[in-house]
């Protein structure tokens, strides 16, 4: 019996597998519900699970209040727990790991006017998304939570994006005639 | 007052670290696929890749799923699972927070959900994929990152007040 056909083909299964976007929405969802079946004592919101907005705006503005000594809105669970929640914090350690041990860590400059476009574009989403409550993803989850509204905001975000593209391929046509 | 596995006072504690390590695999899995809500809908439209969509609709899917089994598992954390039929359908999940009623929680989803899409489409990705974006190198999405840094303190500060005032003054009160 050899066993290092299996592991090879384990790996391969693995490496393919977390290349795969379903299989991280699969796992988002499940860890979302985990962790709020574990940490929900601390404090609500439900269906919090995961957000890139909300937990940007709990993290910065949970430790301005820290630091200056402000009081900043921010959802419970981080104004109760001893730090806000570190998503982020782990999605940009996470995402540099990755891309260091992967070989795709490259430096890409732009101009000063790109920078300030992403900057407003930023700055812009963020006050949409908390207006509704939630980045897209939180959106999903609270979909899945049974929220009607998160629904109304996942089919006119598609809408949106429909929108965008149509327009990107219309200007795309007119600088080529 | 829902209550979880961890009692209340291991869980301020757990927080942090919980989401830490949650968001380390997240961000490392979101590396490795390219994973983008916004772009799922937008290679779809433009060249029929079901690929990155695949990963959105996976992951309602799999937190209505997640859901219903901590439901069974641990009723007391999910106090309104299945929001729609244990709370007024129309209002988001947590509550009404405002003080506003159900046809302005709609629209707090619907003209943010569009732009959200809009905006993210021109850019070139959703809240994580420029967050990723920023991890790998990319200067303009890490000035987009740091752009929702400085949003989320004006946001607390001034937006969501005025929202709420504009609002009322519509006529949307409860």
Same mark, same amino acid.
């Given at each position: 019996?050899?066993?290092?056909?299996?592991?090879?083909?384990?790996?391969?299964?693995?490496?393919?597998?977390?290349?795969?976007?379903?299989?991280?929405?699969?796992?988002?969802?499940?860890?979302?519900?985990?962790?709020?079946a574990?940490?929900?004592?601390?404090?609500?919101?439900?269906?919090?699970g995961?957000?890139?907005?909300?937990?940007?705006?709990?993290?910065?503005?949970?430790?301005?209040?820290?630091?200056?000594?402000?009081?900043?809105?921010?959802?419970?669970?981080?104004?109760?727990?001893?730090?806000?929640?570190?998503?982020?914090?782990?999605?940009?350690?996470?995402?540099?790991?990755?891309?260091?041990?992967?070989?795709?860590?490259?430096?890409?400059?732009?101009d000063?006017?790109?920078?300030?476009?992403?900057?407003?574009?930023?700055?812009?989403?963020?006050?949409?998304?908390m207006?509704?409550?939630?980045?897209?993803?939180?959106?999903?989850?609270?979909?899945?939570?049974g929220?009607?509204?998160?629904?109304?905001?996942?089919?006119?975000?598609?809408?949106?994006?429909?929108?965008?593209?149509?327009?990107?391929?219309?200007?795309?046509?007119?600088?080529?005639? | 007052?829902?209550?979880?596995?961890?009692?209340?006072?291991?869980?301020?504690?757990?927080v942090?670290?919980?989401? =830490? #390590?949650? @968001?380390? $695999?997240?961000?490392?899995? &979101?590396?490795?696929? /390219? %994973?983008?809500?916004?772009?799922?809908?937008?290679?779809?439209?433009?060249?029929?890749?079901?690929? =990155? #969509?695949? @990963?959105? $609709?996976?992951?309602?899917? &799999?937190?209505?799923? /997640? %859901?219903l089994?901590f439901?069974?598992?641990?009723?007391?954390?999910?106090?309104?699972?299945?929001?729609? #039929?244990?709370?007024?359908?129309?209002?988001?999940?947590?509550?009404?927070?405002?003080?506003?009623?159900?046809?302005?929680?709609?629209?707090?989803?619907?003209?943010?959900?569009?732009?959200?899409?809009?905006?993210?489409?021109?850019?070139?990705?959703?809240?994580?994929?420029?967050?990723?974006?920023?991890?790998?190198?990319?200067?303009?999405?890490?000035?987009?990152?740091?752009?929702m840094?400085?949003?989320?303190?004006?946001?607390?500060?001034?937006?969501?007040?005025?929202?709420?005032?504009?609002?009322?003054?519509?006529?949307?009160g409860?």
């Amino acid at each position: 019996m050899s066993t290092v056909p299996d592991t090879i083909s384990i790996n391969n299964l693995f490496s393919r597998l977390s290349r795969h976007p379903a299989f991280l929405g699969a796992l988002i969802g499940i860890l979302a519900a985990f962790s709020q079946a574990l940490l929900i004592s601390a404090g609500g919101p439900e269906a919090y699970g995961f957000c890139v907005a909300c937990h940007t705006r709990d993290l910065v503005n949970g430790m301005t209040n820290i630091i200056a000594d402000t009081s900043l809105a921010l959802a419970p669970i981080s104004k109760n727990a001893i730090l806000p929640v570190m998503s982020v914090v782990g999605v940009l350690i996470g995402a540099f790991l990755s891309a260091k041990v992967h070989r795709e860590h490259k430096i890409k400059r732009t101009d000063n006017r790109g920078y300030l476009v992403y900057f407003l574009g930023g700055f812009v989403v963020l006050q949409l998304a908390m207006i509704f409550g939630g980045c897209p993803y939180r959106a999903a989850l609270r979909t899945g939570y049974g929220d009607i509204t998160a629904l109304v905001f996942i089919i006119t975000m598609a809408i949106g994006v429909i929108v965008g593209t149509l327009l990107m391929l219309r200007m795309a046509e007119k600088e080529e005639h | 007052m829902a209550t979880g596995i961890l009692p209340k006072e291991m869980a301020v504690i757990a927080v942090p670290l919980v989401t =830490l #390590l949650l @968001g380390v $695999l997240i961000g490392y899995l &979101a590396q490795r696929s /390219g %994973y983008c809500s916004i772009g799922g809908f937008r290679d779809y439209v433009l060249f029929r890749h079901t690929r =990155l #969509l695949s @990963g959105y $609709l996976t992951l309602i899917a &799999a937190s209505f799923a /997640g %859901y219903l089994l901590f439901w069974f598992l641990t009723p007391d954390a999910m106090e309104h699972f299945f929001w729609a #039929l244990t709370s007024n359908p129309l209002t988001p999940v947590p509550g009404a927070p405002a003080g506003l009623n159900p046809a302005a929680y709609l629209i707090f989803a619907a003209i943010p959900g569009f732009f959200v899409g809009f905006i993210c489409m021109l850019l070139g990705g959703c809240p994580i994929r420029q967050t990723v974006m920023a991890s790998e190198g990319s200067y303009k999405a890490g000035f987009f990152f740091i752009g929702m840094c400085v949003g989320s303190v004006f946001f607390a500060s001034f937006v969501s007040g005025w929202v709420v005032i504009l609002m009322r003054a519509l006529g949307f009160g409860a």
